[in-house]
């Protein structure tokens, strides 16, 4: 089993930046393939995809509502993912969720996600 934590969520002015970070447990994942998504979800909405990165960070995909805004990375040796988020709007407002799954085909597709986080709430307000 693998466990997500995340973590750098607050409440934040439109046009400020927060960081998001997920660390990875258990099964280390590091000695395996992986590929690793950000979704969210505003309250009343279903979970979005946000962006997704492959184990070897050399691979990453954005939504179109946060590209040129969000950026993902990750730090295998840390086991870590992040999500730097700036010019934040109002509508990025949601819970942020860290997902994980195995094998090496991206995908934005919550629902193939095995393990997922806590959830991290952000808002932004205008």
């Known amino acids: 089993q693998v466990q997500l934590v995340e973590s750098g969520g607050g409440l934040v002015q439109a046009g400020d930046s927060l960081r998001l970070s997920c660390a990875a447990s258990?099964?280390?994942?590091?000695?395996?393939?992986?590929?690793w998504g950000w979704f969210r979800q505003a309250p009343g909405k279903e979970r979005e995809f946000v962006a997704t990165?492959?184990?070897?960070?050399?691979?990453?995909n954005y939504a179109d509502s946060v590209k040129g805004r969000f950026t993902i990375s990750g730090d295998n040796a840390k086991n870590t993912v992040y999500l730097q988020m700036n010019s934040l709007k109002p509508e990025d407002t949601a819970v942020y969720y860290c997902?994980?799954?195995?094998?090496?085909?991206?995908?934005?597709?919550?629902?193939?996600?095995?393990?997922w986080g806590q959830g991290t709430q952000v808002t932004v307000s205008s």
């Open positions: 997902a994980a799954r195995p094998g090496a085909l991206e995908s934005n597709n919550y629902r193939v996600y095995n393990y």
């Open positions: 258990g099964r280390t994942p590091s000695k395996y393939v992986w590929y």
């Open positions: 990165i492959s184990w070897s960070g050399s691979n990453t």
